[in-house]
């Protein structure tokens, strides 16, 4: 068994804003199977903030920020190489609750995101001592989070892979995230 506990930084696609720059944090704990000598699963449960956000500027007229909270359980399979684990599988999150607003207070009406986010969650993970880990995490909605406010994104998308990449992404909004955690095992 173990408990972690982090930053996570997130953005969202199809809004215009560019970059990581919404910060929350995430914390949850987990257990996990040894296979073999070389291969373990686990099954978690964590805490985590995503969203968006963009700052005033003299190019941008208003803020923006966005944060969405879930409760995820991802599972994962792990590779294990001396200190380090490589780690991929799938999580379920289901929306706890949503705030969004620009400079002028609450945006009303709320375009309201769907109750689960199903997506992937890659890590690599280093062990610092014999239980206690440090962890890079990536994560990326596979279904969309919520519906465009137009019928389509905002072209082009960055991180287009050709055009069915387009095609899959005018279908709604993905989260991606990155998340630093430390973790204790017991």
Do not use: C
């Not at 000598?37 to 003299?58: D, E, H």
């Not at 379920?92 to 997506?119: C, V, Y």
């Not at 994104?153 to 050709?162: D, E, I, K, R």
């Amino acid at each position: 068994m173990g408990i972690f506990g982090g930053v996570t930084s997130s953005q969202i696609s199809g809004d215009g804003i560019h970059g990581f720059a919404q910060f929350g944090a995430i914390a949850g704990a987990d257990v996990a199977y040894r296979i073999n000598a070389n291969w373990s699963a686990s099954l978690g449960l964590q805490f985590n903030q995503k969203g968006a956000r963009n700052y005033q500027s003299k190019t941008v007229a208003s803020a923006y920020r966005l944060r969405v909270n879930y409760a995820e359980a991802p599972v994962m399979f792990h590779y294990h190489l001396n200190k380090f684990q490589f780690g991929a599988g799938l999580y379920l999150g289901a929306k706890i609750n949503q705030k969004e607003r620009n400079s002028f207070g609450p945006l009303d009406p709320t375009r309201e995101f769907k109750a689960l986010d199903l997506g992937m969650q890659l890590g690599i993970n280093y062990e610092i001592r014999e239980d206690w880990q440090v962890e890079l995490r990536f994560q990326n909605s596979i279904v969309p989070v919520r519906n465009h406010s137009a019928d389509q994104l905002y072209p082009p998308a960055l991180f287009v892979l050709g055009e069915w990449h387009q095609r899959y992404l005018n279908k709604g909004q993905f989260f991606t995230g990155l998340s630093l955690v430390m973790s204790r095992r017991f």
